[in-house]
């Protein structure tokens, strides 16, 4: 494995495996099995911090967490954000699978518009819980 020749350790460390656990139990996931990893370049994209594939059919989901994640604030968004990708994935796949395909025209420009519109709001809300869990803790 390329992290292994470059000396990197790609085992996941205790802190991440707790608050992804931590943020399962505070997001009602539940119902959910997240399964963790690390990867140099998640999706291939050294800019990429984390990736999550998503199979709301099977209540899993898998969260590919860039090397170098840190137990701090910009850390902790980007758990909140994958695991909220997760729970949102039922929607999102009910949305891009079943309602888009189904538009004649213009499904195209409505599934890019879609994700537009989801990231931001992903993002926007991880930000705002991390937020709320800093200041519920002051
Ligand atoms: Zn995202």
């Known amino acids: 494995m390329l992290g292994a020749k470059m000396g990197i350790d790609l085992t996941v460390p205790e802190w991440l495996q707790s608050k992804v656990g931590q ?4 997001l009602h996931m539940a119902e959910w099995e997240v399964a963790i990893g690390l990867a140099l370049t ?3 994209n050294a800019d990429c911090l984390a990736l999550a594939d998503q199979f709301p059919d099977l209540n899993f989901g898998r969260i590919v967490f ?14 909140v954000h994958e695991l909220l990708h997760i729970k949102h994935s039922r929607i999102d796949h009910f949305i891009e699978g079943v309602m888009i395909p189904n538009i004649d025209d213009g499904s195209l420009i409505c ?4 994700r ?3 990231e931001p709001y ?3 809300m991880a930000k705002a819980l991390v937020d709320m869990k ?3 803790a002051q």
């Not at 943020?23 to 505070?26: E, I, R």
């Not at 860039?66 to 758990?79: L, Q």
């Not at 599934?111 to 879609?114: E, Q």
């Open 116 to 118: 537009q519109l989801i």
């Open 42 to 44: 998640p999706n291939g």
């Open 111 to 114: 599934s890019m518009t879609y």
């Open 122 to 124: 992903i993002n926007s």
């Open 134 to 136: 800093v200041k519920n």
């Open 23 to 26: 943020w399962k139990d505070a």
């Open 66 to 79: 860039r090397a170098d994640i840190e137990n701090n604030r910009f850390g902790e968004e980007t758990i």
